[in-house]
């Protein structure tokens, strides 16, 4: 009994001692602000990761191909009959507009003889030395140049990227899960000069022994011309200028002969490219990382071929003709990158890599009548830089 009441003895001296103390620090123990809830358990880890970036791609491999024939215009083949009008590269003769007006104010066509008051001509080189107006078509048919191959030039775009963490594999390594899109374009262009099989039709019309007036001219043509009044005073009266030319030529003279055609390709597209795989991401420290993936791909592209032929003839302005075809694609291919990224806050970070894309290539034509050209384009083995931030969420 003894033991008891000593320990009870001893008990009750160190409670008063711990109420002593507690009183000294100030306050009661049980009046402490409890701050630790216990739940740590219940803070959210961002799992997703959102990059927003720009890429630089390699050049694409372009090829040309084909042929075509370049043309002034179809010249009538009857070259006899009057009456009929005629367009040339460098003029045209018309239908004679001439009329004569009786007493009472009547009008009816002159009686043909042969000319018309109703044409034009551009330049000097068309008046020949025996006195006649010289007329011309042109047509030139390029010889086949076989394939003309141009990288593309480097193509600057944008990428989106979304990721999901999946699983952490060892303390440093995890996969993840992703999926991204990123839009670039396609530049190729090329200029050649090209042997070509030039025809020159000239028709040749009478001036009737006239003086050519000065190009450019255009038929029918008047002036102004003052008349002196008897009082002494002027008055300005319209006249009639027109040089006639002969309604119909005085003969054609087709030659063949060498020429070059200068032609020149062009390729604009856009695509763009949807990617989504696996991705492994070692942590070498709490910020710094290196992620590889390898996945497949799909590309969307729409793409705008155009040919441009331009042939300069001895006289007149180029003859020029411009073809050109629009079309859409889908293809599949693969793509591998790596990727270092350091983040600069729990949320936001910065990343930099290198990337191999291959999706294939697909083909181009442009048919008409005189023309068949086609182009390659090549999207294999594109190889490039991405750099941007991401944000986790």
């Not at 078509?137 to 999901?164: F, H, K, M, W």
């Not at 699983?167 to 042997?195: I, R």
């Not at 441009?308 to 003839?313: G, H, M, Q, R, S």
Request: glycine share 10%.
């Amino acid at each position: 009994m003894r033991i008891i009441r000593l320990a009870s003895a001893a008990i009750a001296v160190f409670s008063g001692l711990v109420a002593l103390h507690a009183q000294e620090e100030g306050g009661d123990p049980r009046d402490e602000i409890i701050t630790d809830f216990g739940l740590d358990e219940y803070i959210y880890t961002p799992k997703m990761t959102l990059r927003l970036g720009m890429r630089q791609l390699s050049g694409d491999k372009t090829s040309f191909s084909g042929k075509g024939t370049v043309s002034s215009g179809d010249l009538l083949s009857d070259y006899t009959s009057a009456g009929l009008i005629r367009y040339y590269h460098d003029g045209a003769v018309f239908k004679d507009t001439r009329k004569i007006t009786d007493s009472d104010g009547n009008t009816a066509p002159v009686n043909p003889d042969g000319y018309t008051n109703s044409w034009s001509y551009n330049f000097l080189g068309q008046i020949q030395d025996d006195g006649t107006m010289a007329f011309h078509g042109y047509s030139a048919a390029i010889a086949d140049p076989g394939t003309l191959g141009q990288n593309g030039d480097s193509s600057y775009g944008v990428e989106v990227v979304v990721s999901r963490d999946m699983k952490q594999l060892t303390k440093k390594l995890s996969w993840t899960l992703f999926m991204g899109m990123s839009l670039n374009q396609v530049k190729a262009t090329k200029k050649a000069d090209l042997a070509a099989t030039l025809t020159t039709t000239t028709d040749y019309y009478s001036l009737n022994g006239q003086t050519p007036p000065a190009p450019p001219y255009l038929a029918p043509s008047s002036g102004v011309t003052a008349v002196q009044n008897p009082d002494g005073s002027y008055t300005t009266v319209s006249t009639d200028t027109t040089t006639l030319l002969g309604a119909t030529p005085l003969g054609r003279i087709v030659t063949t002969s060498p020429g070059i055609v200068t032609n020149s390709w062009r390729v604009r597209a856009g695509y763009f490219t949807f990617r989504v795989g696996p991705s492994l991401t070692y942590n070498f420290t709490e910020k710094f990382k290196a992620t590889a993936s390898v996945g497949g791909a799909l590309v969307f592209v729409g793409s705008n071929y155009t040919v441009i032929e331009d042939f300069k003839p001895e006289v007149g302005d180029d003859v020029v003709k411009t073809e050109s075809d629009s079309t859409e694609r889908v293809l599949p291919g693969f793509y591998a990158d790596a990727t270092l990224e350091y983040d600069l806050t729990e949320r936001a970070g910065a990343y930099a890599g290198a990337f191999f894309q291959d999706t294939g290539s697909y083909d181009q034509t442009i048919s008409s009548t005189d023309s068949n050209y086609a182009t390659r384009v090549d999207l294999s083995r594109l190889q490039g830089l991405r750099l941007g931030m991401n944000i986790r969420f």
